[in-house]
């Protein structure tokens, strides 16, 4: 227990952690940023594959066309979050994107309802009419598209593997494999042009570049191992490490603005995350105690 809690609590340590360091790459495009973890990103993973010898999935997995077409929507949904993450850091939306994660796990309610069936329980249903509040106060009345965007691509993200019959190892490796190409021929036209980062910016710069294989892939790893030894109920209190460590680094650290109707919204939900966390604990503790 104690051991699943170090790993999933570091994974969202360092993924609250994130903001500063995209901020210290704000003199890269975003999309060059983007373009740089796919890359990394997938020749970190095949080191880690190679010293596991983990490969036996690769051709039974080639062969299944549907599961193929999945992660190809899986793989095009990160990466639309995972610019929109970088873009928003880099023009001073830490706060904004910091609201998208905090709303995921409604997201994720609201996705199951319409797509999966499921039913909402009357608690959840509140907790999803406090987070709709919060959403229209926000911005006075304007939908904070940030938030929703990174909220709506990580939910279905989350969706689409959680059906999956890859592992956390092996479904990243798929999903960067299949981005690699168009990344690496990007990156190779950038080079052409004399405009790639990793050879016209200073040394620091490129060494942080050089990082965003392992920065991507290890949090994701402890993810995977902590999120083995610890009951769901705990992992779901976890998950509120991230956003709230990246609201912290927004308004404290960068000084983004937080006037009357952002700190309106957040309350409303905050208020919806706490009716949703409660309930959740309520039910698992009323099934474990009830032996469902």
């Known amino acids: 227990m104690r051991k699943g809690i170090l790993f999933a609590g570091s994974s969202y340590i ?11 790459l704000h003199t890269v495009p975003a999309l060059e940023i983007l373009l740089n973890r796919m890359v990394w990103s ?5 080191v880690v594959l190679a010293w596991r010898q983990q490969w036996s999935w690769i051709a ?49 309610i609201l996705l199951g309802y319409m797509l999966l069936g499921e039913r909402l329980r009357k608690m959840q249903w509140l907790a999803v009419s406090l987070a709709a509040a919060g959403w229209l106060t926000w911005q006075a009345g304007h939908l904070p598209w940030i938030a929703l965007i990174l909220a709506l691509t ?12 890859l592992g956390a190892l092996e479904g990243l ?12 021929g990007y990156l190779l036209w950038l080079t052409a042009e004399g405009q790639n980062a990793l050879l016209t910016q200073t040394s620091d710069i490129q060494l942080l570049l050089l990082a965003s294989g392992p920065v991507t892939a290890i949090p994701l790893l402890l993810f995977a191992a902590g999120a083995r030894m610890i009951p769901m109920s705990t992992l779901g209190l976890l998950q509120y490490i991230a956003p709230s460590l990246q609201f912290l680094t927004g308004v404290l650290l960068f000084g983004e603005p937080f006037d009357q109707h952002r700190l309106a919204g957040f309350i409303a939900i905050w208020a919806a995350l706490l009716v949703y966390s409660a309930e959740g604990l309520w039910i698992g503790f009323y099934k474990e105690n009830r032996g469902v």
Do not use: C
Request: proline share 6%; aromatic share 18%.
């Open 60 to 108: 039974p997995t080639l062969k299944q066309p549907r599961l193929l077409a999945s992660f190809a929507g899986s793989a095009l949904l990160l990466s639309a979050n995972w610019f929109v993450y970088i873009w928003a850091i880099n023009h001073g939306h830490v706060i904004d994107a910091s609201l998208g994660y905090f709303i995921t796990p409604l997201v994720n």
């Open 42 to 46: 997938l020749i970190f993973l095949a």
């Open 173 to 184: 490796s798929l999903e960067t494999g299949m981005l690699f190409p168009f990344a690496l």
């Open 14 to 24: 360092v993924w609250g952690l994130f903001p500063l360091y995209f901020k210290a």
């Open 154 to 165: 990580f939910g279905t993200y989350g969706l689409i593997r959680k059906t999956s019959q």
